[in-house]
Nanobody, 120 residues
Framework: QVQLVESGGGLVQPGGSLRLSCAAS????????MGWYRQAPGKERELVAL???????EYADSLKGRFTIARDNAKNTVYLQMNSLKPEDTSVYYC??????????????WGQGTQVGVSS
């Protein structure tokens, strides 16, 4: 069983920064892609950023330039650096890891989420 443990959330003022961490219980080379998603109250979960096993990254268009996803293979950890935070970034942020099983079969793993609040 794979475990993903997020940390780094908290309350920050507008314009501030936070770095979220997602520590995996196994080598992150096991995963085809890892990413961050977020879900605000009353809203659907949405994609924030992805990082593929080869290092390619993708971002939600609205977040490009403010958020950066990175990985540390030695620590089996994926990070999300969030800068210039806005009140609308307030959400629970979830780490996701997708593993390819066989052929087109995949399995998703989720962390428990970490709360980010942006308020003055």
């Amino acid at each position: 069983q794979v475990q993903l443990v997020e940390s780094g959330g908290g309350l920050v003022q507008p314009g501030g920064s936070l770095r979220l961490s997602c520590a995996a219980s196994r080598s992150i080379f096991s995963f085809y892609v890892m990413g961050w998603y977020r879900q605000a109250p009353g809203k659907e979960r949405e994609l924030v950023a992805l990082i593929f096993s080869g290092g390619t990254t993708e971002y939600a268009d609205s977040l490009k330039g403010r958020f950066t996803i990175a990985r540390d293979n030695a620590k089996n950890t994926v990070y999300l650096q969030m800068n210039s935070l806005k009140p609308e970034d307030t959400s629970v942020y979830y780490c996701n890891a997708r593993m390819v099983l066989t052929g087109t079969q995949t399995r998703d793993y989720w962390g428990q989420g970490t709360q980010v609040g942006v308020s003055s």
